[in-house]
């Protein structure tokens, strides 16, 4: 009967400390759209064009501050594109890369004439195209 009562009692004080120890306080925020964008620091607006000439994003960055505010991301990188002078050039197609022909020629479904694949030189590593 002693350890019947001993084990009772061991499990309601082992119940009491649990339960007085571990006391949640909840706090309701104004809105949950605020808990995500804290969470994730994204900027709410971005311009996927704004200040292309501005350096910053290309400093060196050390590490030193240790906090993730000063990680690089390939997501915020700046993107640079490029337009080639016969894409500018109105109603044409450029050539499709296998055809042989180059990029820029212009009118190449119509071009006759030899088409002239790249080849390197001839060398016994190479083993020179014939």
Not at 85 to 104: E, F, T
């Amino acid at each position: 009967m002693a350890s019947l009562l001993d084990k009772l009692l061991l499990s309601l004080l082992i119940t009491y400390i649990v339960l007085s120890s571990s006391k949640v306080d909840a706090q309701v925020e104004e809105t949950s759209l605020k808990l995500v964008t804290d969470a994730l620091e994204w900027p709410l607006s971005m311009s996927l064009y704004s200040d292309l000439n501005d350096d910053e994003g290309d400093e060196d960055i050390d590490g030193e501050e240790g906090n993730g505010n000063s990680r690089r991301s390939l997501f915020w990188k700046r993107m640079t594109y490029y337009i080639s002078y016969g894409a500018l050039s109105a109603n044409r197609i450029p050539c499709p890369p296998r055809s042989g022909r180059s990029y820029y020629t212009h009118n190449c479904f119509k071009a006759h004439g030899p088409v002239h694949p790249y080849s390197r030189g001839c060398s016994r590593i190479t083993r020179c195209r014939r």
